[in-house]
């Protein structure tokens, strides 16, 4: 359908639930899950009312050319005018994709992949009777098999049955707060300097840049990490009012943390060394956009330094992981530059 909307001359829209004089950002054609194909893949479009009259009663011939539909489009979709206006179906900014569909619902709940088969230019059999979070979960290991693209892995929620790194409802990709403070770029680039710690760094740019894309294979995923070991977790009294679980977390090279969860942990995830917060590395995550420095391994050092998004995962027999506390936001701060330098590269098979 999106090759479809893609060769019209012309897309016409027709908001049967906005009138003459109001506004379609009310409009339930921006709630629907198909619809977002139809938004995205015309290059002409035009958008007409419940009494068929132009939108606001504009006269051209396109609607999407027009900067002021574009701005109203951009507040109620949540979608950068640039996509809107020259959109190319593919897999980058993945996660960002699949946030614009997070918002949305279909009447068949395995229509919420499907309708993106498009949007992302992945031919995949379409399985009705299936489940949604097959649906998804299929959709989201041909995204990692094609590109490695480790963005969609940035989710909080309830875990698929699919796989434990997908989540089971697309609205876990709704969005979530950005990691801050930044860190300290002078610290860094001082220790950069010396020349122990330079080798150091020298040496896990090496590593990371060998480190393979990860990649999807009969329902495993295999991922290459920068993995902090769990070092003591421990549960403080739970809330008498609401059954509410919070953890204090030590891993080794980054600060203390702490996750609170709706349901308690399995008893092995108490046990010694069965836990791993891990970063997901992917060469995309060397920063382009620092320009302050002009070797390598001094942007991956401030790269490094931010906080970031972790997951946790519990080891499992026969050297599997997998995900667990995915309903919990977890932010990781490294400890400043060493442990940065003597973090562990790892490769992870996860179910």
């Known amino acids: 359908m999106f090759a479809w909307y893609r060769r019209s001359a012309l897309t016409i829209v027709y908001l049967s639930d906005v009138p003459d004089s109001g506004s379609f950002r009310s409009s339930e054609w921006f709630e629907r899950g198909w619809t977002l194909q139809e938004l995205l893949a015309p290059k002409r479009l035009r958008f007409y009312t419940r009494t068929w009259s132009p939108y606001k009663k504009l ?30 179906p593919g897999m980058d900014d993945a996660r960002s994709r699949l946030q614009w569909a997070s918002f949305r619902r279909t009447t068949r709940p395995e229509d919420t992949a499907y309708s993106l088969f498009g949007i992302f230019d992945i031919h995949l059999p379409v399985l009705y009777g299936e489940s949604a979070e097959n649906a998804l979960g299929r959709l989201l290991a041909e995204i990692i098999s094609q590109s490695g693209d480790i963005s969609v892995l940035d989710w909080v929620g309830k875990r698929s049955r699919f796989h434990s790194c997908f989540p089971a409802r697309i609205a876990s990709y709704r969005t979530l707060p950005l990691p801050s403070p930044r860190p300290n770029a002078e610290e860094y680039t001082s220790m950069g300097e010396q020349p122990a710690a330079l080798l150091a760094l020298q040496t896990l740019c090496r590593t990371l840049a060998k480190s393979p894309l990860p990649r999807f294979v009969t329902r495993r995923l295999v991922l290459p990490c920068i993995a902090h070991r769990v070092t003591t977790i421990q549960m403080r009294v739970p809330s008498s009012c609401a059954p509410r679980y919070t953890y204090e977390i ?73 995900r667990i506390a995915s309903s919990a936001l977890i932010i990781a701060q490294p400890i400043g530059s060493t442990g940065i330098l003597e973090s562990d590269v790892r490769i992870f098979d996860i179910v």
């Open 59 to 88: 006269t051209s011939s396109n609607h999407k050319a027009d900067a002021g539909v574009l701005e109203e489009l951009e507040r109620a979709t949540g979608i950068e005018s640039r996509f809107l206006a020259n959109f190319s």
């Open 250 to 322: 030590q891993a080794y090279g980054l600060k203390s943390l702490e996750i609170t969860l709706t349901s308690q942990l399995e008893s092995a995830a108490m046990s010694r060394d069965a836990l791993q917060l891990v970063r997901p590395w992917h060469l995309k995550l060397l920063d382009p956009y620092i320009k302050d420095y002009a070797r390598t391994e001094e942007k991956l050092l401030h790269s490094l330094g931010r906080p970031f998004h972790a997951l946790l995962l519990i080891e499992l027999p026969h050297n599997e992981y997998k």
